[in-house]
C-alpha cells in the first residue's frame, strides 16, 4: 500500500490578495465558490496572540457535487467544505489543500474514491491557472 500524499501546495510570485482573487476567478470556472474567508492571522490578534505572517483559509463548495457525495454518504459531510489556504512563509505566497482524494481514502467507498479524484483535480487546475 503507498502513502497518500496530504496535501497539494504551489508557490506564487502573487500577493496574498491577488493570489485570492486569481482562485475566487478560476473556482467560479469550476462552479465552486467562496463561501467565506477566514483570517488566522487577524482572529489571533483579537484574541492577543501573533503570527508572524498572513494565513488565510477558503472554505470553497461547489453545491453539485456536495449534493452528489452527502447522498453517497452523510459521513462525507465531514469534510465539506472543501478549503484551500493562502498563507506566508518566510516572504513567499503558497496556496494548498488537503487533497479530497486522502481525506477520503478513510472510507471505504469507490464510488466516493473517484468523485473525490475528480473534484480534487479540478481544484489543483484551479490552483494551478492562479499561479
Known amino acids: 500500500m503507498t502513502a497518500i500524499n496530504f496535501a497539494y501546495t504551489i508557490e506564487t510570485e502573487k500577493s496574498i490578495e491577488e493570489a ?53 454518504d452523510k459521513i462525507v459531510g465531514y469534510f465539506l467544505p472543501c478549503k484551500i489556504v493562502v498563507y506566508k512563509e518566510k516572504g513567499k505566497t503558497k496556496i494548498g489543500l488537503p487533497r479530497p482524494s486522502a481525506l477520503i481514502s478513510m472510507i471505504d467507498n469507490q464510488n466516493l474514491k473517484e468523485l473525490a479524484l475528480d473534484i480534487e483535480q479540478r481544484l489543483i487546475a484551479c490552483l494551478d491557472k492562479s499561479v
Open 20 to 72: 485570492i482573487t486569481a482562485l475566487e476567478i478560476h473556482l467560479k470556472d469550476e462552479q465552486f465558490g467562496v463561501l467565506w474567508t477566514f483570517d488566522i492571522k487577524e482572529k489571533l490578534e483579537e484574541k492577543g496572540f501573533q503570527l508572524e505572517e498572513e494565513f488565510k483559509v477558503l472554505e470553497v463548495c461547489n453545491p453539485q457535487e456536495a449534493e452528489r457525495v452527502l447522498k453517497e
